[in-house]
Nanobody, 121 residues
Framework: QVQVVESGGGLVQPGGSLRLSCEAS????????MGWYRQAPGKQRESVAV???????NYADSVRGRFTISRDNAKNTVTLQMVGLKPEDTAVYYCNAGIISAAPYDVHDYWGQGTQVTVSS
């Protein structure tokens, strides 16, 4: 069984910073991509940042230059450092991981439960 658990989030003023962390655990053979998505009220879930196992990253245009994604392959963790936060960054943030589980080596996308980020004065 595989679990993906986020931590971090909360309330911050515009211009402030937050750090989100996510850990994948359980019967894992390997982890491919890891990333962060977000969903604001009334909007569709969107990709924020993704990092491949080799370190290649992709960012949404709206966060490029303000958010930084990183991962620790040995610990199966991914972190999203957010600076210069804006009210429009307010959303529930979800961690996503493409995981190959231990035998029988199934490949699945796993999601965390989500963590609220609110940017408001």
């Amino acid at each position: 069984q595989v679990q993906v658990v986020e931590s971090g989030g909360g309330l911050v003023q515009p211009g402030g910073s937050l750090r989100l962390s996510c850990e994948a655990s359980g019967s894992i053979f390997s982890v491919n991509h890891m990333g962060w998505y977000r969903q604001a009220p009334g909007k569709q879930r969107e990709s924020v940042a993704v990092i491949r196992s080799g370190g290649r990253t992709n960012y949404a245009d709206s966060v490029r230059g303000r958010f930084t994604i990183s991962r620790d392959n040995a610990k199966n963790t991914v972190t999203l450092q957010m600076v210069g936060l804006k009210p429009e960054d307010t959303a529930v943030y979800y961690c996503n991981a493409g995981i190959i589980s231990a035998a029988p080596y199934d490949v699945h996308d796993y999601w965390g439960q989500g963590t609220q980020v609110t940017v408001s004065s």
